[in-house]
């Protein structure tokens, strides 16, 4: 009895989520009249940082994790002037490369600013191991520091490896304004 009264309850309902008379056409993505442009991206750091002088490479299920510390390194600002030096042994790269040979970088490290506060910095990207690379960074600033503005910035950059130092250039949509 109870399956004779939920039954035409329960066709009604289905018929008018499937009716083609209820349903609303859906219509494709509308074509942009011209190809997006993209952000324009200020130069905000740039970095030389030191590497240990072996990396340890860990076989694992997702691939190799790479794992290498920073020995030092310092920091130039948008105007050319000193903005930070790196804090030895208070970091480190610990990516994975993938059976396609991808580097997936997950590096993060303690700087020193210039006004004598502290920064982390975390550095998320997809790249090939010792060529150049994209990434995201994540900058969290000591909110009393002169570049606390960096809290609200979006960081991207590019890194190229050699002769055991990091080198990377840091830009953003927001042009910086210390």
Request: charged share 10%; aromatic share 12%; hydrophobic share 40%.
């Amino acid at each position: 009895m109870l399956l004779n009264s939920i039954f035409p309850a329960v066709f009604i309902a289905l018929s008018l989520f499937t009716s083609p008379t209820i349903s609303t056409p859906v219509s494709p993505a509308t074509k942009p009249l011209k190809p997006p442009t993209p952000p324009t991206l200020h130069h905000v750091f740039s970095g030389d940082v030191k590497l240990t002088p072996s990396t340890i490479a860990i076989p694992g299920p997702f691939g190799v994790r790479v794992s290498e510390g920073f020995t030092g390194g310092s920091f130039t600002d948008y105007q050319h002037n000193a903005f930070a030096k790196v804090v030895a042994k208070q970091g480190a790269e610990n990516g994975i490369v993938d059976g396609n040979s991808n580097l997936h970088i997950d590096a993060r490290f303690v700087i020193q600013l210039a006004d004598n506060k502290y920064a982390y910095l975390g550095f998320l990207g997809v790249g090939v191991l010792n060529q150049e690379n994209h990434f995201y960074v994540n900058a969290e600033v000591d909110t009393s520091s002169t570049y606390a503005s960096l809290n609200a910035m979006f960081l991207i950059g590019h890194s190229t490896i050699a002769n055991g130092v990091l080198r990377f250039d840091i830009f953003s949509p927001t042009k910086p304004t210390w």
